[in-house]
């Protein structure tokens, strides 16, 4: 059984950085494409960034050039480096694994969830 473990998050001033990581536990990590989305009430969980491979990356506008998602295999973690934060990035936060990243619906595997706030 497959199990992501979610640690950091918390608030923020605007401007501000924080960083989430995200353990894997029971999955071949190297061969795992992960993701990260984030979901504020209301509305659809809106995928933030990706690492389908160790050679790989993808980002949504809105976080491009501020957010960076990396992973280590050896550690079977991925983490999300956020930069300058708005408030608008204020959201639970999920990591995630599996094969289709791009669409929430097709996941499976799911972090807890940890909170961002970022206040301006």
């Known amino acids: 059984q497959v199990q992501l473990v979610e640690s950091g998050g918390g608030l923020v001033q605007a401007g501000g950085s924080l960083k989430l990581s995200c353990r894997a536990f029971?999955?071949?990590?190297?061969?795992?494409?992960m993701a990260w989305y984030r979901q504020v009430p209301g509305r659809e969980r809106e995928l933030v960034a990706s690492s389908p491979s160790s050679l790989s990356t993808n980002y949504a506008d809105s976080v491009k050039g501020r957010f960076t998602i990396s992973r280590d295999d050896a550690k079977n973690t991925v983490t999300l480096q956020m930069n300058s934060l708005k408030p608008e990035d204020t959201a639970v936060y999920y990591c995630?694994?599996?094969?289709?990243?791009?669409?929430?619906?097709?996941?499976?595997?799911w972090g807890q969830g940890t909170l961002v706030t970022v206040s301006s």
């Open positions: 995630a694994q599996g094969s289709s990243w791009w669409n929430y619906r097709y996941l499976e595997v």
């Open positions: 029971g999955s071949i990590f190297s061969l795992s494409p």
